[in-house]
T-cell receptor, first 115, second 111 residues
């Protein structure tokens, strides 16, 4: 089955540690996205990538980093510089970069808790 | 820049009653609009989208939405809700290669 996988579903880390969230898609989509979700704030864009080896900052990129070495993979690292990392993180992909009105397909999410 | 406002953070409704979830967007020359649903601790699933053509868009699970350009709105409706419709609903607008999401509306269907 085609889709987006995120692992793990739940993640616990100690304050001050970097942590990497995995996102893989087998939909052959060009574009991939990372969102952060907090209660009452909707989804906020962290980073996005429209093509391999290229990515752009979203609205809340500070304290996060990404890489896009392969078309199917877009891992997100939450660094110790992120002041409030506890949140639900969602990865998404869409068929073509810049495709007008392309819908985004979402993974199941990773809930990160920093203790 | 585009923005999306969902006017109600929570909407309680009894089972089998009709419901409307409201969404307004800031104006633009061309708009592409989406409604997504999120069940607890899951990702988002597309309900419906408006790209062009008929202003009344039908989606999955009996939902529909109407695009109103003069009022810059894209309200979501369902004539009769079920307990299983309890979820969070997000309106989004496409803008320069990205989706801009509203804050979400929690639909609470009571028996």
């Amino acid at each position: 089955d085609g889709g987006i996988t995120q692992s793990p579903k739940y993640l616990f880390r100690k304050e001050g540690q970097n942590v990497t969230l995995s996102c893989e898609q087998n939909l052959n989509h060009d574009a991939m996205y990372w969102y952060r979700q907090d209660p009452g704030q909707g989804l906020r864009l962290i980073y996005y990538s429209q093509i391999v080896n290229d990515f752009q900052k979203g609205d809340i990129a500070e304290g996060y980093s990404v890489s896009r070495e392969k078309k199917e993979s877009f891992p997100l690292t939450v660094t110790s510089a992120q002041k409030n990392p506890t949140a639900f993180y969602l990865c998404a992909s869409s068929p073509a970069s810049g495709g007008l009105g392309d819908e985004q397909f979402f993974g199941p999410g990773t809930r990160l808790t920093v203790l | 820049a585009q923005s999306v406002t969902q006017l109600d953070s929570q909407v309680p409704v009894f089972e089998e009653a009709p419901v409307e979830l409201r969404c307004n967007y800031s104006s633009s020359v061309s708009v592409y609009l989406f409604w997504y649903v999120q069940y607890p601790n899951q990702g988002l699933q597309l309900l419906l989208k408006y790209l062009s053509g008929s202003t009344l868009v039908k989606g999955i699970n009996g939902f529909e939405a109407e695009f109103n350009k003069s009022q810059t709105s894209f309200h979501l409706r369902k004539p009769s809700v079920h307990i299983s419709d309890t979820a969070e609903y997000f309106c989004a607008v496409y803008y320069t290669g990205k989706l801009i999401f509203g804050q979400g509306t929690t639909l609470q269907v009571k028996p």
